[in-house]
């Protein structure tokens, strides 16, 4: 099964910036659609970003727009996620999932592999 690890998340002051990974191993990512999700105490899982397996193609939720930027180097098997101008609504748990499929989708629903998750903390 693939396992996917994240990692990047932390403590930053609003306005700051962090950038988050999310790693595979035993299998190559080339082939998977990613996506990023985040959960709130208390709130549902949301979608925040994905990109399809070429990484031709990138959707973003409307509250991160113009702040967040996915990529991925699948040469080193990892997707990114660069957070930048970051506020205290954005703190959450953030997750990424693989899709098998070449298309994005923003539905957790949608995806069958999870990583554990990393903390995002945006607070001054």
């Known amino acids: 099964q693939l396992q996917l690890v994240e990692s990047g998340g932390g403590l930053v002051q609003p306005g700051g910036s962090l950038r988050l990974s999310c790693a595979a191993s035993?299998?190559?990512?080339?082939?998977?659609?990613i996506g990023w999700f985040r959960q709130a105490p208390g709130k549902e899982r949301e979608g925040v970003s994905c990109i399809n397996s070429s990484g031709g193609s990138r959707n973003y939720a409307d509250s991160v727009k113009g702040r967040f930027t996915i990529s991925r180097d699948n040469a080193k098997n990892t997707v990114y996620l660069q957070m930048n101008s970051l506020k205290p609504e954005d703190t959450a748990v953030y997750y990424c999932?693989?899709?098998?499929?070449?298309?994005?989708?923003?539905?957790?629903?949608?995806?069958?592999?999870w990583g554990q998750g990393t903390q995002v903390t945006v607070s001054s």
């Open positions: 035993r299998f190559t990512l080339d082939y998977y659609a």
């Open positions: 999932a693989a899709r098998t499929t070449y298309y994005c989708s923003l539905n957790p629903l949608d995806f069958g592999s």
